[in-house]
């Protein structure tokens, strides 16, 4: 259980939920408010080596050092990337190999509604966790739209 990345927290009133980052496994739930969510968190990361994902600060991805893939190739594929004419399907294949593109969420046309989307404190944003519709991974959080998207990919998506 070391090599989690969990997410999650609050889902509702009182429910919450736990899941892995990374597969989207649904790792625990239950009631009983963030409370019970520290508990549980608590007692399956005894050492407290979990690093919650949606606390892992921003940076400039080109700060990384790439594992696994030449230092080239990497700076190739972040050049790639970053490229306005890259499509984001051709993204997807790279990103998520192996698995059916997903739709994109709808983005709001007014600036008004794209703040409140990042803003996310104007309404409720916590339903049944479905998967990311841009990265694929579970998650309870809902956009403007009531689309499943974690507030970090959202905030990529628009950036």
């Not at 259980?1 to 509702?12: A, F, K, L, N, V």
């Not at 990497?74 to 306005?84: I, K």
């Not at 409140?116 to 966790?129: M, S």
Request: glycine share 8%; proline share 11%; aromatic share 6%.
């Amino acid at each position: 259980m070391e090599d989690r990345q969990p997410t999650g927290g609050q889902t509702g009133e009182t429910s919450w939920e736990i899941a892995d980052w990374r597969t989207g496994e649904l790792i625990e739930s239950g009631t009983g408010g963030y409370e019970a969510c520290d508990a549980a968190a608590r007692r399956l990361d005894p050492k407290d080596t979990w690093l919650d994902i949606d606390n892992v600060p921003g940076g400039d991805i080109s700060e990384v050092e790439p594992q696994g893939v030449p230092a080239s190739l990497a700076e190739a594929l972040q050049d790639w990337l970053g490229m306005s004419s890259t499509p984001d399907e051709d993204v997807v294949v790279v990103v998520r190999p192996g698995r059916p593109p997903r739709a994109v969420p709808t983005l709001p046309e007014q600036p008004e509604a794209l703040v409140q989307l990042l803003d996310w404190r104007h309404g409720p944003h916590f339903w049944p966790a479905a998967p990311c519709v841009l990265c694929g991974t579970t998650t309870p959080l809902r956009s403007h739209a009531k689309e499943p998207v974690h507030k970090a990919c959202a905030e990529l998506w628009n950036s």
